[in-house]
């Protein structure tokens, strides 16, 4: 391997870093308000579509960024609306948004472009990139470190941070003294939703320029066994998630090369997962109230 | 001193969702800077009335005044605004959180999305800690704390918001000698500042020592005030247990045999490690109903679970017709005749969206007769045997296939004790037997126990009902803080002397 596929491969892996550290980012926020979601894989696969329709409108990217965006905080308000106040399950709402994914995208793409399972977006309402030698970067791979340092500062330092960290530990205590559990909690999901819609409409709109009926490929899932693994901190995530990323343009690299059948290079990442995973299971530490209504007495 | 009602409540009335009624019209009056002592038992209604004044709980009726004016508290958070603070019985601290950022959070100043001032908050902490030589360490997480400590930043809590008043509900429950000695030095200095308290307690001692007048209650009434200075420890435990008796059970003279269970220096812990069992040694002897009384909180739970063989024991050995059994599980203590009545019928006792045949077969499924080959259940045998539960114990069920959340709380309880004494145990532990269970069927399953007794079984009875036990036991220990404040005969010692040794005063002491 010559010195110019590593800088390729480095490059493609911070790419490949974007949907799953917002995911990730966005996940670890809403967890640490209590709210569980499962379905990021969904609003990932539905904002991707819709954000793509959304920027071919406007021709532009930008739009559909805000497009997938706009997907993820309807979602989000759905799943808040369900766990938060109508005091639901936490999973439940996630598998129905991830069947819903499954069959809208497919669907809609057949239905609205007319080609079947995939479709190019064209050149205007794809993201401008910055061209190196190595490779396509694009100024989203920047927007998502911000985001992810932004979020980590706010969590930590603010008193929003505290708060918002206080319902997802013990919302008795939080509600003892005056802080609305509710609001905060609906909020956070909506907010760790929307990220998930910025990560889904840059697969489409920006990163690969191309709609596909599978194209998220298990990333909302892989978010949050980095969000484990990062211990729902968005700082550590934003490393995490580059690993993955990392893993998902290694196999993207030696796939072609067929030194094995490409097929089980391309399982990489998700071994990687089951490995990751499987080493810190038990020892990650959840927020105390993650996942459980709150029912005042 | 100055006597103005800080607080005013008047004919509060509380009643629960499923029709309990905890507070019946409760008028109490509180006055600026001084120390309020509220004494009862539990389930007195203490809580409750101080959970109303604070906001957690909504009174039925009734009215509220702070200061001559009506409020109306729809949470917590209004209360604190209105300058009233409670420390409760289970701290609701974020445990991950330091001292510091518990007690800020929700007030900690500037916009949601500036920088929190942490030395900000650290000095204005500092000299309330300083001021009041009453310190905790404020970076490490909560849960790294001793109890005693995470007691303290909750009242720094509440000080920290500036309240008037502060309720304290039990708090000495967690609390090591040394400790109680600097909350009370700390509260009467909070009392000169002119601050009002509330002290909830069961403690007789306590209560004498530290506050300037004494409200008690008893079943969600107020039975009198008294100044502490014209008080007694006896009067104050006449007006907190002394009571009519409701039932009478016949119970002939009989002469137990040999001991059955025998408890030997016991130690147990609890779940947050402290030591909740204190070496206790007794023995429980065939044909004899061995009553525990005393406040709940006190290790009953411990010893119990220690008994029956879900907690593990620290010191000590517990024997069963001599054998050793420390140590060994709840389907091995079965075997060996054991039977267990427990506390809490719908977690511990029964599986409620199961039928009564499945509940009735709990404990009972491992045995040859209820199987046709080893791992299948014979289900016609088990019916049959819920169908005898049901009709020798007249319990009132749908049917043997209707769930068991569809009987009544009395008809639930009469299930458990059915299933348990069906297993024909040579020794029983019956916890709260009768709690939340209707008159007829109180009377049934007391009864039932002196029955069990007559019959030669060794009857351990652990149970928060004063008059419950003082009918049913042949012996009773009196237990304080996991300790037997004394073992007496029911008969030979007066309801006030009960009471003085379930707020920790010692028989040999009471007797001098």
Redesign the interface.
Known sequence: MDAGSVISILITSLMAMVPIVLTSVGAAWSERAGVVSIGYEGVLLMSAFFGAIFAELAGSAVVGLLGGMLVGILLGMLHGALTVYLKGDHVIPGIGINLLAMGVVPFGILAYWGTAGQHQLPQDAQMWHLQTAYGDLSPMVFVTMAIALVTWW?LF????G??V??VG??P????????NVEKYRFWSAVYGHALAGLGGAFMSVDWLGLVHKTMSGGRGFIALANMVFSGWNPLVSLIGGWLFGFFDALAAWLAPKHIIPGQFILMLPYIMTLVIVAGIIGKARPP?ADGKPYKR? | MERTPIIEMKGIVKVYPDGTKALKGVDLTVYEGEILGLLGENGAGKTTLMKTLFG??HPTSGKILIRGKEVQFK???DA??QGIGMVHQHF??????DAL??I?????????????DVDKAKERLQKLMDDLNFKVPLETPVEDLPVGVQQRIEIL?MLYRDVDVLILDEPTAVLTPVEVEELFRVLRQLKEEGKTIIFISHKLNEVMDLTDRVTVIRKGEVVGTVNTSEATPQLLARMMVGRDVVLRIEKPPKEPGEPILRVENLKVRGDRGEVAVNGLSFDVRAGEIFGIAGVEGNGQTELIEAISGLRKVEEGKIYLQGKDITGKGPRELYDLGMAHVPEDRTHMGLILDMTVTENSLLGLHWRPDFQYVKGVINWNKAREHARSLIEQFDISAPGTEAPVKALSGGNQQKLIVAREVSKEPVFIIAAQPTRGVDVASTEYIRNYLVKLRNEGKAVLLVSADLDEVIQLSDRMGIIYEGEFMGVVKPEEVSTEEIGMMMGGIRYEEIRK
Do not use: C, Q, W, Y
């Open positions: 706010v330092k603010t008193p929003l505290l708060r960290r206080s530990e013990n008795e205590a939080a509600d003892a003294l005056g802080i105390k007495e | 957690m709980l949470s917590p958070s604190i605004a609701t601290l974020v445990e991950v959180f950022h518990n800020i959070l929700g007030m900690e100043g500037h916009g949601l999305f500036s920088k929190i809590k």
